[in-house]
């Protein structure tokens, strides 16, 4: 067969050029080859292609059917296609396909990697990729250059997780996502990325391969309309890990394209239960800047995703993996608004690049991230629309107190729209912070905000933990965080409520703890309109014996605050994972506002709501010392009005200027609301006092040294009080020294059905030696708090106090730190004094039993004290003070002591307090017209020593009728 000759003319001006294409081997005249796969898939077997040649320089090589196989590279062929619906394979790291043209309408993709270890040197060498090296690429709309899942296989790579290469996502351009344990490490270099996707965790063998790798070298054009992708793959089933993106790096002298050209390097979704995802690849498009400019479209509407695999819905750690990278060589393609899902989960990477700087910027439905230390510093207005995201990471720094990690400052307004989100990422182990500058008006709509969840320390960092001694231990930040199994010691408070700026503190363990919540800080000249979420949570403790992270902080300064219900601030601690780990404690909040302009306001009070949330314990058991609720700031009183409902506050001690003894209120509505007041703080209502609707009222006394003062802090009702369903008020009895809480009511009292008063727990906390409670146990493994009876076991506390008037917390139990860690007894039952001038109607709950012992023979505190006085007394509720449980039933508390005087004038009744007379009181019991329950017995078995009950009785004055029905 005669072959025939391809010469090429090109008409410039009036010379005529013939150009002769010329290789090495010698080869004038050029074919134009059409591959047959009639012999197998071999590129380089003569008879697989028509004609019967191996291309030569200069050829011109069609693929029209068929999957041939490169495993060599190229001569530098004159141009080559493939057609749509065939594939090209190349196997080899230096397989390149080289031509002067190529148009790509099919599928080019390369062999799997499947590299047991490491090389001597410790290094991951890969064994294939996709590389191309020509003038003018075009990958057509439908073609793709196809690297996905190609990568790694599971357990495989520099990505691969750490601690437990069983468990966790991979990781590439950021950390893979927890899986049991944390996700793989990044690696790689931004602006030259040549490594393959990580395998995900193998667990089971159950993780997905990672991405493969694309180089292309174009000193032309490359035209994107269809895709250019290495993506990781999901987990494979349940537990399954996902693998990592992996990497696509681009030089070429130009970048043209459409809305359907897409370079992506996503990572695997983690599947089901604790699977972990991957973490993005790397992507660089290495364009000449002056030739890119000078394009009609320089900036061309094709689109670059990133995205991180989703961790499994059944994941403890809901935080995905890292975003991926794109390096660009100049600010040319982010000089304008990025739309139209332009830019997907990509984290931004240019030469010298410090600060973003716009005029006005608008991100409609694009998710991008700064790099870390990066600032952005808008001219006019900046604006989220559709679904956009912004991350920005803060750098370490010197002095956290000081210096701010990363900057974005807006001259004009900053607007976050419907699910639209700002993300400040804190420093996880330096603790740097970002902060936002507006000089316009602050908008937040609904279903969108400031997202720093778990964004602050992660895990095993932060100076919450200091103070605890286990890895089971959780972070403190605006509260201490709970005790840990073991009487492992809480983390310490920090940071400063008036203004906070520190990141929450991760759980102690650097594998199985909650990270921190990050900080939000917002400094507005003017108006602050929120209506969705500025929040700021801790982790949850993510595997079993994990300790929570705490909340962080928000720290938002404006001239006026307004907006609607749905707004909420939040920085709530993280709970603890399991039976033995520590929950964190809650975070700070302040608001600073011009109070006169904000009392100008024709909605001076908008219903926004606050939250500092701190578990009070893991999901399986109660510790002695509970996490506590953080802090929020405000500058005068005028969020707390008399009405507080649709949950403004939220487990929150308000701290304001001035409001630090006594409020003073004319009635006081708590309705959805849960505060806690000031230690020593009086609660002076003039009228009505009334808790529905899941509310919730902490009180905290202050120590007294006056024998003659009763009260360490106290609520005072003009007229009646009414605790609905669900509603409780908590009043904690001094743990060190032993003042309560009084409850002075006027008229009636009204405790309903499902709700209550709630003591439990909160008296005499132990010590070493135990000098606190008079019943205090004395054997460290076997001695109960001994109240109104004795202290179960043989070394149970003694029965004391008064019957007729208790006034005294319940005793704790034995000091006992088994392990050397802080006390497993559990704490006495607190005080409940409430005395009314009418009727006191109990059919809720009135409870102060007395803490459980923890861990290894950790007895039981004793039951605390009941106390009430009325003129009429009745309901159908129940009563407690019973001693808490001892840890495998070695030795519970004992019970404490109720007392109830009725038919006794008010003013007698306070004058018996002041003088601690109980002389001509009637005892009696029961008591007709209260057909409930009252328990002053014990918790458990109590083994090693039965406890004793406490007292429980009537009382009235002598002439005083008695009905008895």
């Known amino acids: 067969m005669k072959r025939d000759r391809a010469r090429t003319f090109v008409w410039m001006g009036n010379i005529l050029a013939v150009t002769i294409l010329i290789c090495a081997t010698g080869n004038v005249w050029a074919d134009s080859l059409s591959w047959t796969g009639a012999v197998d898939n071999d590129w380089f077997i003569a008879g697989n292609w028509d004609p019967a040649k191996v291309p030569e320089a200069g050829d011109t090589v069609l693929i029209p059917t068929g999957t041939p196989v490169l495993t060599n590279a190229t001569p530098v062929l004159a141009s080559f296609s493939i057609a749509s619906g065939h594939t090209l394979i190349v196997e080899g790291w230096q397989s390149a396909l080289r031509a002067e043209t190529m148009t790509i309408e099919g599928i080019i993709t390369h062999g799997i990697n499947d590299v047991a270890s490491t090389n001597e040197w410790g290094e991951w060498v890969p064994e294939h990729r996709i590389l191309l090296e020509g003038s003018n690429i075009t990958v057509a709309a439908g073609g793709r250059l196809d690297a996905d899942w190609k990568g790694y296989r599971q357990g495989q790579g520099p990505g691969s997780p750490v601690w437990n290469p069983a468990r966790g996502g991979a990781g590439h351009a950021g950390e893979g996502g927890f899986g049991g344990n944390n996700g793989g490490p990044p690696y790689g270099n931004p602006a030259t990325p040549w ?31 269809g895709t250019i992708r290495a993506n990781g793959h999901n987990g494979t089933t349940t537990h399954g890990n996902g693998g990592s ?62 995205v991180p695999g989703t961790q499994a819905s059944q994941n403890a750690e809901p935080t995905r993996a890292a975003m991926g990278s794109l390096h660009l060589p100049d600010t040319l393609w982010i000089e304008a608004d990025l739309t139209a899902k332009r830019f997907q989960w990509v984290q931004i990477h240019i030469p010298d690049w410090t ?29 989220l629309t559709n679904n956009a995201a912004l991350h920005v990471f803060a750098a370490p720094v010197t002095d956290v107190l000081t210096e701010s990690g990363a900057a974005v400052t807006v001259g004009g307004d900053f607007r976050v729209h419907n699910g639209c989100w700002i993300t400040p990422h804190a420093h996880p182990t330096n603790g740097a912070t970002v902060t936002f500058t507006v000089d316009g008006n602050l908008f937040v709509a609904a279903d969108g905000g400031f997202d720093a969840d778990r964004r602050g320390y992660t895990r095993g960092y932060g100076p919450g933990l200091e103070g605890t001694t286990s890895d089971n231990g959780a972070a403190g930040h605006g ?36 990270r921190g919540g990050g900080a939000i800080r917002i400094e507005v000249t003017g108006r602050a ?17 994990g300790g929570g992270g705490s909340g962080g902080s928000i720290l938002l300064v404006c001239e006026t605050v307004s907006g609607r219900n749905s707004a909420l601030l939040s920085a709530d601690g993280g709970q603890g994972n399991h039976s033995s780990s520590a929950c964190g404690g809650g975070g700070r909040i302040a608001v600073h506002y011009d109070p006169a302009k904000q009392a100008a306001l024709c909605e001076p009070v908008p219903p926004i709501r606050f939250s500092t949330y701190a578990f009070p ?57 849960i505060i806690t007041l000031p230690e020593g703080f009086v609660l002076d209502v003039a009228n009505d006092l009334t808790l529905d609707n899941d509310a919730g009222l902490y009180v905290y ?26 509603s409780w008020i908590f009043p904690q009895a001094n743990a060190t020294n032993g003042a309560i809480v009084g409850i002075r009511v006027g008229r009636h009292a009204t405790v309903d059905i499902g709700g209550g008063i709630d003591a439990t727990g909160r008296g005499y906390m132990g010590v070493s030696g135990n000098t606190r409670g008079e019943g205090a146990g004395t054997e460290p493994y076997s001695g109960g708090g001994g109240y109104g009876g004795k202290g179960g076991g043989t070394g149970g506390g003694k029965a004391h106090g008064s019957a007729e008037l208790p006034m005294e917390p319940g005793s704790p139990a034995a000091w006992n730190t088994w392990g050397g860690g802080y006390g497993l007894g559990g704490t006495g039952g607190g005080v409940i004094h409430l005395r009314a001038g009418g009727q006191v109607r109990m059919d809720g709950l009135l409870t102060a039993d007395g803490w459980h012992g923890s ?67 009637l005892q009696h019991y029961p008591y007709a017209r209260f057909t409930g329950e009252i328990d002053v017995g014990w918790y458990g078995d109590s083994t090693q020593g039965l406890p004793e009950e406490g007292s429980k009785w009537f009382y009235t004055i002598h002439g005083t009728v008695i009905s008895v029905r």
Not at 245 to 268: D, H, K, P, Y
Not at 284 to 306: D, F
Not at 483 to 488: C, D
Not at 529 to 545: E, I, K, Q, R, S
């Open 195 to 225: 490594q393959l996707g990580t395998g995900g965790g193998t667990h089971e063998n159950r993780g997905g391969p990672g991405g493969g790798a694309i180089r292309i070298i174009a000193d032309g054009e490359l035209a994107i309309h």
């Open 701 to 726: 006394a202050a120590p007294t040294n006056d024998p003659g003062q009763r009260y360490g802090a106290e609520i005072r009702v003009g007229r009646d009080l009414y605790i609905g369903t669900n």
């Open 617 to 673: 314990a893991n999901t399986h058991v109660s510790f002695m010392i509970n996490a506590r609720e953080g802090t929020l700031w405000l500058p005068d009183t005028r969020f707390i009005t008399e009405t507080l409902d649709q949950q403004r506050f939220r487990h929150l001690r308000l701290i304001v200027p001035g409001f630090d003894s006594v409020w003073a209120p004319d009635s006081l509505t708590l309705d959805d609301c």
């Open 855 to 921: 861990y290894y023979r950790g007895s039981g505190g004793s039951g605390g004290a009941i106390f009430l006085a009325a003129h009429r007394f009745r309901g159908k509720g129940e009563m407690r003070a019973k001693g808490g449980i001892g840890s495998q039933d070695v030795a519970s508390g004992g019970g404490g002591r109720v007392a109830i005087w009725h038919g006794i004038p008010s003013d007698m009744v306070e004058s018996r307090l002041e003088s601690r007379a109980i002389d001509g009181l």
């Open 355 to 383: 600060v973003w700087e716009a005029d006005t910027l608008i991100l409609d439905d694009c998710i991008v991230g700064l790099p870390e230390g990066n600032g952005l510093d808008v001219t006019h207005n900046l604006i």
């Open 479 to 514: 509260g201490i965080s709970s005790m840990s199994s073991g009487g492992h010691r809480w983390g310490n408070a920090y940071g400063n409520a008036e203004w906070p700026i520190r990141a929450g503190s991760g759980g102690r363990s650097r594998t199985l703890a909650g």
């Open 529 to 545: 309109d929120l209506h969705g979420l500025l929040t700021a949570n801790g982790g949850y403790g993510v595997a079993t014996h």
């Open 245 to 306: 993106g992996g990497s696509i790096w681009i030089e070429c002298r130009t970048v043209t394209g459409s809305a359907t050209g897409l370079v992506q390097a996503n990572g695997g979704n983690g599947i089901h239960s604790g699977g972990g995802s991957g973490s993005g690849g790397r992507i660089a498009i290495a364009y000449t800047p002056a030739a890119q400019a000078a394009l009609a479209v320089p900036r061309p509407n094709i689109r670059i995703e990133g």
